[in-house]
């Protein structure tokens, strides 16, 4: 199957400015890499996501970026608020399959 | 858009007893569904996954006797832990494919065996 590994575990940045995290995968035949915020206690939200076919997406301050040659992915936020605040989750999907592979997660934390 | 609908919430039982969480599919047929063990400020761990008619498909190291997994109708998946212990104590929840792209989230269950 696919391991999905997640970097750092654990982030903390002055609010203005900008968050990265970073994830790799190991199989080939992945082809999409969506990005989760879970709030303590909550469901995982859908922030992003980004197909294999495509090297950039960016919806207002979040933007990822997708290596396939390298396979690595990073999730990119600027102009961090405190509302940021959360833990954010990397996932691969293969394709063909129904399964999301998830990292480990990152805690952000933005200082006011 | 999808929705997986979870419950409870949050529930406290005493150690040696059993409790059920529901997963529903409310606006579409899951025919997989997927369930999730998560500790406090760590990474969602696959238990189980969960096919329409038949049999669950557990990961390693999850014990299906304690873990009851059932998912008799596309719209409707439980997981039961049975003799629950402390230990047992987490944040469950659940997740189906909505599509090629598509995953959608349970509201999560808070489970604590005292």
């Known amino acids: 199957g696919e391991n999905v590994e997640q970097h750092p575990s654990t982030l903390s940045v002055q609010e203005g400015d900008s968050a990265v995290i970073k994830c790799t995968y190991s199989?080939?035949?992945?082809?999409?890499f969506p990005w989760y915020k879970q709030e303590l206690g909550k469901r995982p939200q859908l922030i992003i996501d980004?197909?294999?076919?495509?090297g950039e997406k960016k919806d207002q301050r979040i933007a990822v970026t997708l290596n396939k040659t390298a396979k690595h992915f990073s999730l990119h936020i600027t102009e961090t608020q405190p509302e940021d605040s959360a833990v954010y989750f990397c996932?691969?999907?293969?394709?063909?399959?129904?399964?999301?592979?998830f990292g480990t997660g990152t805690s952000l934390t933005v200082i006011p | 858009g999808a929705v997986v609908s979870q419950h409870p919430s949050w529930v406290i039982c005493k150690s040696g007893t059993s409790v059920k969480i529901e997963c529903r599919s409310l606006?579409?047929?899951?025919?997989?569904m997927f369930w999730y063990r998560q500790f406090p400020k760590q990474s969602l761990m696959l238990m189980a996954t969960?096919?329409?008619?038949?049999?669950?498909?557990?990961e390693q190291g999850v014990e299906k006797d304690k873990f009851l997994i059932n998912h008799a109708s596309l719209t409707l998946s439980t997981l039961t832990v049975t003799s629950a212990h402390p230990e047992d104590s987490s944040f469950y929840i659940c997740?189906?494919?909505?599509?090629?792209?598509?995953?959608?989230f349970g509201s999560g269950t808070r489970l604590t065996v005292v």
């Open positions: 606006d579409f047929q899951a025919t997989t």
């Open positions: 997740s189906a494919s909505t599509g090629v792209y598509g995953y959608t």
């Open positions: 980004i197909r294999s076919n495509v």
């Open positions: 996932a691969a999907k293969i394709s063909g399959g129904n399964q999301f592979y």
């Open positions: 199989d080939s035949a992945s082809n999409y």
């Open positions: 969960s096919n329409e008619g038949s049999k669950a498909t557990y």
